[in-house]
Nanobody, 125 residues
Framework: QVQLVESGGAEVQTGGSLRLSCAAS????????MAWFRQTPGKGRDVVAT????????YYADSVKGRFTISRDNAKNILYLQMNNLKPEDTALYYC??????????????????WGQGTQVTVSS
């Protein structure tokens, strides 16, 4: 399996920007569909964005469309999430995840087999 380590979380004010990174090691990162999820206390993990292994296909949750951008650098084994115009409701623990099938780009937690430890994003009003 691939090992994932997130970074870049911080506390920012409403309207601010952050870029999260997810460094991958172990098995070939190139052949994994990837995703960002987020979770708040007492709730399940919700998908934020997904990207297929080539980077050509992406998906965004309605709540982040037009504000967040998922991308990947397969040469550096890094997944990114650029977050702009942040809102207090974006406050959460953000996880990156590697898909369990290259053939399907899912959007549920069950579609992803490897997870990082999470990075906290806090948006203050």
């Amino acid at each position: 399996q691939v090992q994932l380590v997130e970074s870049g979380g911080a506390e920012v004010q409403t309207g601010g920007s952050l870029r999260l990174s997810c460094a991958a090691s172990g098995r070939a990162f190139t052949f994994y569909n990837m995703a960002w999820f987020r979770q708040t206390p007492g709730k399940g993990r919700d998908v934020v964005a997904t990207i297929n292994w080539t980077g050509e296909n992406t998906y965004y949750a309605d709540s982040v469309k037009g504000r967040f951008t998922i991308s990947r650098d397969n040469a550096k084994n890094i997944l990114y999430l650029q977050m702009n115009n942040l809102k207090p409701e974006d406050t959460a623990l953000y996880y990156c995840a590697a898909g369990n099938s290259i053939l399907r780009l899912g959007t549920g937690p069950h579609d992803f087999a490897s997870w990082g430890q999470g990075t906290q994003v806090t948006v203050s009003s």
